[in-house]
């Protein structure tokens, strides 16, 4: 186990390339069962998550090996299995995104209820109802089993816009005999980057970025070369960190498009930036100050559904709206554990009122105290990082392998920024 030692106060400046984007990475990993041939995956994050995606293949006999720094050949000729093992199951809740691919490929996919970040209520009903329409067989009991003798398209409204739903339904449908028609699909970056994926494999998806997908079935896809985009949330959180501590920071591999969103929210605590063709900079001296709505009202981040504001960025806006003069609402409404974390800013010295479990007010700017921290997922550690490195004195994070599992090498990253954090080895 291992915790981290965080001397705060100190503003952060540098330059970094951003990480490919973990949520485009586990999905597309899944995919490559849906191929015989080989399949060449780059810009996946050396993260823990991607590990346990990477170790499910090897386990169902899939041939895994590193060719360079976050490139990947998976080579899914044979798969001897179409049960996942139940301790990478249970690390991992993308884990469910193998049951579209292993259910096209081999006919059945058998897996414990995936584990994943507890952060409210996370259904997954949607999965379930849209595997169904395409003609598979689901049961629930103690395991999920999925099984089908053939695959046909459907005319597909889900039943909320999940991303990992939508994915499955793809994974599933690029196969299936007919046309499949999916409408209120989530649209995020990294559904794009599975559908871009799949066509690069023969598939023929058309629709890409909007909430109505059209998928032609396939009788077979081959393999493809193909590159995970940049990760807009861990972009979000470096240009978060930037600004909490008063500091700078130069980001290359950026995509410009996929910002948009976020600019909005961000512009409301007076935090702006520059894109020059695939670089973003944030510059010291930011105005960091609350930008009220028409009448002087108290403005609301809120977030929703691609092109909405991303809900994992909603606990890094918390943390950047205490050190912002001004009153602002933090309104997150897809998960209901989510912002319970702000205790132990208000431990901190955060002037946070937690309305209910979907709204806090945020007063600021605060000055934050160190603490003893415990990480309760990836999104709400990363937000406590930011918070020990803006607060006076020395903090101590644990459970730091839930921040592990999104942020590619953060100490040594944080490290080459000026951040005093180490990684510390405890008994």
Same mark, same amino acid.
């Given at each position: ?43 996946? !994050?050396?993260?823990? @998550?991607?590990?346990? &995606? =990477? +170790?499910?293949?090897? $386990?169902?006999?899939? #041939? ?124 995020? !970056?990294?559904?794009? @980057?599975?559908?871009? &994926? =799949? +066509?690069?494999?023969? $598939?023929?998806?058309? #629709? ?220």
């Amino acid at each position: 186990m291992y915790e981290y030692h965080v001397e705060g106060g100190f503003p952060i400046k540098g330059r970094i390339t951003a990480s490919g984007n973990k949520n485009a990475a586990l999905p597309c990993i899944a995919a490559t069962l849906l191929s015989q041939e080989p399949v060449i995956l780059r810009n996946i !994050p050396d993260i823990e @998550d991607t590990n346990v &995606m =990477l +170790n499910i293949l090897k $386990a169902l006999g899939v #041939g895994v090996e590193k060719i360079e720094n976050h490139a990947w050949k998976i080579d899914a000729a044979s798969i001897l299995r179409h049960d996942i093992p139940q301790e990478l199951s249970k690390k991992i809740r993308a884990s469910i995104l193998f049951a579209g691919p292993l259910l096209a490929r081999t006919g059945k996919a058998i897996m414990l209820p995936p584990g994943g970040d507890v952060i409210g209520r996370r259904r997954l009903d949607t999965h379930f109802l849209a595997l169904t329409e395409l003609g598979a067989r689901v049961t629930t009991d103690s395991k999920f089993e999925f099984s089908a003798n053939k695959l046909v398209g459907a005319d597909i409204f889900l039943d909320e816009a999940s991303v990992t739903a939508t994915e499955n339904a793809i994974m599933a449908a690029v196969l299936a005999e007919g046309k499949t028609i999916l409408t209120n699909s989530a649209s995020e !970056p990294h559904v794009q @980057d599975l559908c871009s &994926m =799949l +066509n690069s494999m023969g $598939a023929k998806i058309s #629709g890409i970025g909007s909430n109505i997908l059209t998928i032609e079935g396939v009788r077979k896809l081959h393999g493809t070369d193909f590159t995970i985009g940049p990760d807009f949330m861990e972009i979000g959180s470096f240009i978060g960190l930037a600004a909490a501590t008063h500091g700078s920071i130069i980001i290359d591999g950026v995509k410009a498009q996929d910002m948009r969103p976020l600019r909005i929210a961000f512009n409301k605590l007076g935090i702006r930036w520059d894109i020059e063709d695939s670089t973003l900079t944030v510059s010291s001296g930011q105005e960091m100050k609350v930008n009220t709505d028409l009448g002087g009202m108290i403005p609301k981040i809120d977030d929703s559904p691609w092109p909405g504001f991303p809900p994992d960025l909603t606990s890094i806006m918390t943390v950047v709206a205490t050190q912002v003069e001004g009153t602002v609402l933090i309104f997150e409404k897809m998960f209901e554990s989510r912002m319970f974390f702000v205790d132990k800013l208000i431990s901190m010295g955060a002037r946070i009122t937690l309305c209910d479990p979907h709204r806090a007010v945020v007063s600021g700017p605060s000055t934050l105290h160190g603490d003893h921290l415990v990480s309760p997922d990836v999104r709400a550690g990363m937000a406590m990082v930011i918070a020990a490195l803006s607060a006076h004195g020395e903090s101590k994070i644990s459970n730091v392998y839930q921040i592990e599992r999104g942020y590619e090498h953060l100490v040594e990253r944080l490290q080459s920024l000026g951040a005093h954090i180490e990684r510390i080895e405890v008994k």
